[in-house]
């Protein structure tokens, strides 16, 4: 079983940049892809960006490519997303999700992951 708990979220301006944390529980947890979701108020929940288990591969969804880094300690149990250049449309509860059947070709599929964290807010005020 893997807990994961997101934090670092918080009110910040357009343009700025906030770093996200995603602190595991479980021996496991560097066995596991990892995957980082957002969802907005009325919207769907979206993929942003995934990373491997050793942390040298990384996927991102075409609306962050470019601002957004995902990185993973596996001696900290912790995976990090940077967010840079933000804009008000990156407002939304981000989340961390987790699991085995996660697989490098599918990272955007929510219903692979198992494991999920209770998120952390993100709000970008013009």
């Known amino acids: 079983q893997v807990q994961l708990v997101e934090s670092g979220g918080g009110l910040v301006q357009a343009g700025g940049s906030l770093r996200l944390s995603c602190a595991a529980s479980?021996?496991?947890?560097?066995?596991?892809?990892t995957g980082w979701f957002r969802q907005a108020p009325g919207k769907e929940r979206e993929f942003v960006a995934g990373i491997n288990r050793g942390g040298d591969s990384t996927y991102y969804a075409d609306s962050v490519k470019g601002r957004f880094t995902i990185s993973r300690d596996n001696s900290k149990n912790t995976v990090y997303l940077e967010m840079n250049s933000l804009k008000p449309e990156d407002t939304a509860v981000y989340y961390c999700?987790?699991?085995?059947?996660?697989?490098?070709?599918?990272?955007?599929?929510?219903?692979?992951?198992?494991?999920w964290g209770l998120g952390t807010q993100v709000t970008v005020s013009a």
């Open positions: 999700a987790a699991g085995p059947r996660v697989t490098s070709a599918k990272m955007t599929v929510m219903q692979d992951y198992d494991y």
């Open positions: 479980g021996r496991t947890f560097n066995l596991y892809r």
